[in-house]
């Protein structure tokens, strides 16, 4: 077995998004509380349970416990102990809402959430699911009510390539191509259309960005959307029954937060060439921003692609969530 020097050693020569960890003073002091795990050791965990790593104070921990079962969709909280949890990120930040309303200026308006929901399920096309990371209920400044659908992202955008959107539903196919074929045009992405052994149609979409964040954001919108128009009366989740009778009086948003990472994390090789991830998919959101507004009178898009640190540099993060991510 190899000893904490080793380890230590081993982490501070970590690259991608663990380079961001490694080079956090108050998480190696805290090296003791991370283990190596999965494939090769190559994964780094929490050996506990965030509410303890973070030291959620004991007036918040149901809160906290209540939610982090929210987040986990069903998966169980062991991918909470993972540092490179999206779902961690978004979790630790939109927990206490209602404790601690959160004030964020959105297309030149001031709003103020207090209420968080996590992992809402809508339904796309065909049966398909769309899985919102949070959902925010507040109101707008001249106090009209809100609901903000969120989609979330810690590392992923750091990683280009295809994406799969669909097995043997041919339903996504006519999405793409119909009324969201704009959306895939301005993000510069191609549509490619393939068979499975069983002659089944496969979907993907192709280019030199992170494809899976156009793919949500669109299945986010159809999915808000059907959810909008649904003849059901009620929803499995009871949660999502709230939701829909704020939706049907409310103001409807619809963005993405990502983490922005400093410079030595965030250049990406495209080519022969170094760019910023963050900077390519800043411009990816505008055009996703672009093909999706307009398409709903009941949805509006928020122009630009929120950043955690701008959203959370003056809202009271607990000091060990803070530190952890340098918010």
Do not use: W
Not at 128 to 148: A, F, H, I, P, Q
Not at 169 to 186: A, T
Not at 234 to 250: V, W
């Amino acid at each position: 077995m190899e000893d904490k020097s080793t380890l230590l050693t081993r982490f501070k020569r970590l690259k991608g998004e663990y380079l961001f960890f490694a080079s956090n003073d108050s998480l190696l002091a805290r090296f003791s509380e991370i283990i190596f795990d999965g494939p090769g050791k190559s994964s780094l965990k929490f050996n506990s349970e965030p509410e303890e790593f973070f030291c959620i104070p004991d007036d918040k921990l149901a809160l906290f416990v209540s939610k982090e079962k929210e987040a986990c969709s069903g998966s169980g909280t062991s991918e909470m102990r993972t540092l490179r949890s999206s779902s961690l990120l978004c979790l630790a930040c939109f927990y206490d809402l209602p404790n601690n309303p959160l004030s964020i200026r959105l297309n030149g308006k001031d709003y103020i959430f207090s209420e968080s929901f996590f992992e809402i399920q809508n339904t796309c096309v065909n049966g398909g699911k769309s899985n919102v990371d949070v959902v925010l209920v507040g109101k707008e400044s001249s106090g009209k009510s809100m609901v903000l659908f969120l989609e979330s992202k810690f590392a992923e955008y750091l990683s280009f390539g295809k994406v799969q959107v669909s097995n043997k539903k041919e339903s996504y196919q006519k999405l793409f191509e119909g009324e969201y074929r704009n959306v895939i045009k301005g993000c510069n992405l191609t549509l490619n259309i393939t068979e499975d052994n069983d002659r089944q149609p496969v979907i993907e979409l192709l280019g030199e960005h992170y494809c899976t964040g156009p793919k949500q954001m669109i299945c986010h919108h159809k999915g808000i959307i059907n959810t909008l128009n649904s003849k059901s009366k009620s929803f499995k989740d009871p949660r999502k029954n709230y939701l829909r009778s704020l939706m049907l009086q409310s103001e409807i948003l619809l963005g993405e937060i990502v983490f922005k990472f400093p410079g030595d994390t965030d250049s990406i090789k495209r080519g022969n060439i170094q760019i910023s991830a963050f900077e390519d998919y800043s411009n990816i959101y505008q055009a996703v921003y672009n093909g999706l507004s307009g398409l709903s009178p009941n949805v509006t898009i928020i122009d630009k692609l929120l950043t955690y640190q701008e959203v959370f540099k003056d809202y009271p993060l607990e000091d060990k969530i803070k530190s952890f991510y340098r918010l």
